[in-house]
């Protein structure tokens, strides 16, 4: 494979135009077509429409395509030359949703940081199904989703359960860990996150109208917490997001009276990982079971 070529254009693709990318690398604008056609007829494929009056770059749909292919190239190329340059290291990309991300895996992450064999560290935050496609295109090694498919190559293993739990803002009067029933929560002042699959909202829906649905609806966990100000206002959160928002701020938490199925979440991880894989995933799995699960 051409390398020059690929590092080309994908500085062609960055910088939006041929003078930007030989102004990146150095090169005169010559030098950057030369590559590019070199690279085109090694693969036997158009890359960049060009015509006149085209001033910014446009890639054709098989380009596209091939861009993906070459940022993957890209980092693999690099990982090699990092492994010629310093020997075999530890590398671990995590892909997870968002809530799991923000509150639960940052101690994981923290004391990975520290760990007496350095490891290569990649945080990613995705949706559960997106995640499922990482793991079997192995663009992540280990991910933590919400949802139990089934996928070709992916193992899938449940891994966490917090029961779900309201959050709301401390007042003098509110009560800590006291039962509340769905019935004594106004639905408008509600901040509505999907924590849960069909079956939290089989279950939303029993006490609360469909037709008529929260005011504010969420997807972003963070979001939730700048959001979450006044004493009126509720959410429903799994438990162990509670206890992370409490150390963050003055927010109370109560259990339900009927509540809701429990939070789950699920690991994910590829049915044939490398060696080095297992061996960074087996050191991020004893920081997981020492620190979430003890």
Not at 195 to 220: A, C, I, M
Request: charged share 20%; net charge positive; aromatic share 10%.
């Amino acid at each position: 494979m051409y390398t020059l070529g690929i590092e080309t254009f994908l500085a062609v693709v960055r910088a939006q135009s041929l003078s930007g990318a030989a102004e990146t690398l150095h090169l005169s604008q010559t030098t950057v077509s030369q590559r590019l056609r070199v690279l085109e007829q090694e693969l036997g494929i158009v890359l960049i429409e060009r015509g006149k009056g085209i001033k910014h770059i446009r890639l054709t749909p098989v380009g596209e395509e091939f861009f993906k292919l070459a940022e993957q190239w890209s980092f693999i190329w690099r990982e090699a030359k990092l492994l010629q340059a310093h020997g075999p290291k530890l590398f671990l990309a995590v892909g997870s949703v968002d809530s799991i991300n923000t509150f639960v895996l940052p101690p994981v992450y923290r004391a990975l940081n520290k760990h007496s064999t350095p490891i290569k560290l990649q945080i990613h935050t995705s949706h559960s199904t997106e995640l499922y496609a990482d793991v079997e295109n192995r663009r992540v090694d280990i991910a933590f989703v919400l949802r139990d498919l089934v996928h070709p190559n992916v193992i899938v293993t449940k891994c966490l359960s917090s029961p779900m739990v309201v959050l709301r803002i401390t007042t003098p009067t509110r009560i800590p860990s006291v039962f509340i029933h769905p019935e004594e929560l106004d639905p408008n002042n509600e901040l509505f996150m999907p924590f849960g699959g069909r079956e939290y909202t089989v279950w939303h829906e029993r006490w609360w109208n469909p037709l008529n649905p929260s005011q504010v609806k969420l997807d972003s966990a963070n979001l939730l917490f700048s959001m979450l100000q006044e004493p009126e206002q509720w959410a429903i959160v799994p438990k162990i997001v509670a206890e992370a928002a409490a150390q963050r701020g003055n927010y109370t938490m109560n259990y339900l009276k009927t509540p809701p199925p429990n939070y789950t979440c699920y690991k994910l991880t590829h049915k044939n990982p490398t060696r080095i894989t297992q061996a960074a995933t087996g050191v991020f799995e004893q920081y997981f079971h020492a620190i979430i699960k003890k």
